[in-house]
């Protein structure tokens, strides 16, 4: 089981549409899925499409580390329709909030990982949603992570919360989690025909070199499309989206690449 991270110290910067091009990635490739959404605002779990209500959140999961306690906040996504490998979802909501602190205890920040090692061999793949700040709950997810993806787009507060982003993954690997690595910086909602934006691609390159992954997804309407229709990328045959799903296949095979699985 490979577990990826998926955060950004700004919000705004599309994080929750990346990590859903990676859930379709993983569902055109049969990989058994576990989303957990970290974020109080539940945009993952909202955007896959869950087939009714969990009794819990992922809330409970982190004061109660225990199997059945996952379970009871995991629900099963449209997206698995059809015959395709699971996709399941820990479900967010507003009651994440509370763990959203500088002061937890080691206890809580290793909560979620203590469960997922539990649950190591009903899943290919887990990816975490975090929220857009560098709270306990982005501390959360790190810990219980192999690799963290850092969302960024091209400018100049956003560069400034990436690099932030990337001294968190390092205190987070230094004091919890040995394991943890970034798998690398995916620039978002690239307008390349923007000389502001290509000067910021630039510049992220030269600051962090080969962290900058080589897949930048562009601003498109064939992802919101996507999202409006609660569907994954993958689904759509237009151009926009065809190149889009290809761009979210080659991160999911570079992160795969870079993990040893648990």
Not at 218 to 240: L, M, V, W
């Amino acid at each position: 089981m490979v577990v990826i991270a998926v955060c950004s110290l700004k919000g705004g910067v599309g994080k929750t549409s990346v990590t859903l091009g990676l859930v379709s990635a993983a569902r055109a490739a049969g990989l058994r899925t576990l989303v957990v959404d970290l974020d109080p605002q539940g945009d993952s779990t909202i955007g896959l499409d869950v087939d009714g209500e969990a009794a819990s959140t992922s809330a409970l999961v982190i004061d109660q580390p225990r199997r059945r306690h996952l379970r009871a906040a995991t629900r099963r996504s449209h997206w698995s329709d059809g015959g395709h490998a699971p996709i399941d979802v820990v479900v967010g909501g507003e009651e994440l909030a509370r763990h959203d602190r500088t002061d937890l205890s080691t206890r809580m920040l290793t909560s979620l990982r203590l469960v997922l090692d539990k649950v190591a061999g009903e899943h290919d793949l887990v990816i975490i949603d975090c929220p857009p700040s560098l709270g306990g709950l982005t501390r959360i997810g790190l810990t219980a992570a192999d690799r963290a993806i850092v969302v960024t787009e091209p400018g100049v507060f956003a560069i400034a919360a990436a690099d932030r982003a990337l001294r968190a993954v390092h205190d987070v690997r230094t004091r919890l989690n040995p394991h943890l690595q970034p798998l690398g910086i995916v620039i978002n909602r690239v307008r390349a025909n923007i000389n502001e934006h290509r000067y910021r691609v630039e510049e992220l390159a030269s600051l962090f070199g080969p962290l900058v992954l080589t897949q930048r997804i562009p601003e498109r309407t064939s992802i919101q499309r996507a999202q409006g229709a609660y569907a994954p990328i993958h689904a759509f045959s237009n151009t926009g989206a065809r190149e889009s799903a290809e761009l979210f296949d080659g991160i999911l095979q570079h992160a795969l690449r870079a993990t040893r699985p648990r």
